[in-house]
């Protein structure tokens, strides 16, 4: 079964400084990851996604997302967080092995953004 | 991006009662759409698989009597919370698959603004 995780439920980080949101994927075959941003009580918005290609992904509102096959690793980042990044970021693998292509997410990591 | 659009946003209804939440496609048609249930603590639980033309296919423990998923169109899905409970209170996420030319699975989910259930 593909499968991606959260291991922090929470991240702080001031704003200017370099952030990450880690995510760890376990799948069979090849990999399609993605990053979403939740905001309160709003739907879910696609931020990124890796197919193929160029590990270093780079989506909306200047975040990028780095592919590791050796540490099966999706980490998200941005190089100067801005405190309107402060939201639930969610990580999902697309199960393309059965008939409806389904997402699967992880646990979602709160971003705390201080000013 | 694409647009999917929900309805209502939010529903307080009393128990024993049925609530009615729709999902649209707004300028793209959507064979398959998914419907999701977001738990207090955040996590994201995929419900069932909406179908145009055809029946939902339901992940196992959704109870498939409780939420109904009609896919009437390829632009509506909708999800009926039946006999609802204070327990069917949460936040429900539809979201739609955009067909991209980079061939199956390259298309990321669009989702809808959600719908808050509130069952007094």
């Known amino acids: 079964a593909q499968s991606v995780a959260q291991p922090e439920d929470q991240v702080n980080v001031a704003e200017g400084n370099p952030l990450t949101v880690k995510c760890t994927y376990s799948?069979?075959?090849?990999?399609?990851l993605f990053w979403y941003v939740q905001y309160p009580n709003r739907g879910l918005q696609f931020l990124l996604k890796?197919?193929?290609?160029?590990?270093l992904v780079k989506g909306s509102y200047g975040f990028e997302a780095e592919f590791n096959k050796s540490q099966t690793s999706f980490h998200l980042k941005k190089p100067s967080a801005l405190v309107s990044d402060s939201a639930l970021y969610f990580c999902a693998v697309r199960d393309i092995t059965g008939n409806f292509n389904k997402f699967y997410f992880g646990s979602g990591t709160k971003l705390n953004v201080k000013p | 991006g694409a647009v999917v659009s929900q309805h209502p946003s939010r529903v307080i209804c009393k128990s024993g009662t049925s609530v009615k939440i729709e999902c649209r496609s707004l300028?793209?048609?959507?064979?398959?759409m998914f419907w999701y249930r977001q738990f207090p603590k955040k996590s994201l639980m995929l419900m069932a698989t909406?179908?145009?033309?055809?029946?939902?296919?339901?992940e196992q423990g959704v109870e498939k009597d409780k939420f109904l998923i009609n896919h009437a169109s390829l632009t509506l899905s909708t999800l009926t919370v039946t006999s609802a409970h204070p327990e069917d209170s949460s936040f429900y996420i539809c979201?739609?698959?955009?067909?991209?030319?980079?061939?199956?699975?390259?298309?990321?989910?669009?989702f809808g603004e959600g719908s808050r259930l509130t069952v007094l």
């Open positions: 909406s179908n145009e033309g055809s029946k939902a296919t339901y």
């Open positions: 300028d793209f048609q959507a064979t398959t």
């Open positions: 799948v069979s075959g090849n990999p399609y």
């Open positions: 890796y197919i193929t290609g160029d590990n």
């Open positions: 979201s739609a698959r955009f067909r991209t030319s980079g061939g199956p699975g390259t298309g990321e989910l669009f």
